[in-house]
């Protein structure tokens, strides 16, 4: 495996880790800056306003700029950020640096597609983007145990900075081992945003994924907090149950990326083999999810896991999926993609902070994403059921069957 593909799958862990650090100090910072936990969701969906507004223009500059440079300065933004996050003072400053984390991982999903697409073939791209998915769930499952360990031991402050300051190390090996250039830029005969958006397939996986996103960042950001207030976890015995489920997903995406490109290797047909992986793990993922809720703590958390398993089922091909359809559009449908999809970040944190300032109680929060996901399933399951690889001559041409 080359050290670049290696840098990716840290930088995704990297990723993950920052984004999610906010979820895992808001038990102790909403307490310290005494935060309501409509103010505590808002804050929490700080971070995907931006990163939802820079997506289009994240995937326009990977495609036309040095893909190994762009990347590089998302990455020293966004961990610059978290570490000032350990500076802040208040509400004001933390949703402002918050916003600055999510303009700088915007490029990181259209710098990942550009990379591997240009350099795994389709019967070969199931396990590096598997990769790049247990480093999105291996991030989380470290980092909710690491940083609930430090913020249990020195305060969440002390969290913040050595978070940042840590992804920042990651920068050196980058200049020397990153990838050259990959690839050319964007034609400009290529298609543009109005072809991926008229696209039904492209509609579909936007909707796919905006669904799928509400509940997987539901619990991202508030898995820590209902293990804290519903189920009366310290700081230190959330830092490792908050990390397990994350853990699963790791594997579950892994397995399945190997498996999907072992299928597609022996013959099948690669999106059909991608959709089934999808459908399923959303349904299971929805099946389990409202029985976290239970009163029977035992049950409740392997509710979790069998859900948070679900979820690592349908990630390991959610990109590959979208690969396959896009062609040569890929950056572009991914920055849209991401945009649209990234909608359940901006809306699930707050509508669950919401939920909780007026119920007090996760059940309608779980409930909700439940439902999210089973619609993500009929989606990908039904609106996609003919899918196949867009073919963007007709369809710039306008002259594609209908």
Known sequence: MSL??????????????????LSVAAPQLAA????????TGWLLSAFFWTYTLFQIPGGWLVDRSNVKRVYGAG?????????????ASGFTSLFLLRMLLGAGQAVAFPSYNKILQQSFPEH???????????????????????????SAQYGWRVMFVVLGVASLLWLIPWAFAGPAATGERQSATGPGLRAIVANRSAQATFLGLLTFNYAFYFLLTWLP??????????QQAMAVFGALPFAVTAAASLFCGRLSDQMIEGGRPPLAVRRGFLVTGLVAAGLALPVATSTDETLALAAVVIAFTGIGICTSNVWAFTMSLAGRASSQWTGIQNAVGNMGGVIAPAVTGEILHRTGVFFSAFA???FMLLLSAVIYGVWLREARPVDWECEIAGSCPR
Do not use: Q
């Open 225 to 234: 907090s209902y293990l804290v207030k519903e189920r009366h976890f310290s």
């Open 4 to 21: 670049f593909m290696v840098l990716l799958f840290l930088s995704a862990w990297i990723n993950y880790i920052d984004r999610g650090s």
């Open 124 to 150: 070969r791209r199931g396990l590096p983007n598997a990769m790049i998915d247990v480093g999105t769930k291996a991030g989380p499952a470290l980092g909710t145990f690491l940083a609930g360990t430090v």
């Open 368 to 370: 909700a994403a439940a």
């Open 75 to 87: 990455l020293a933004l966004w961990s610059v950020a978290t570490a000032l996050c350990g500076l």
């Open 32 to 39: 310290e800056l005494n935060l309501s936990s409509r103010e």
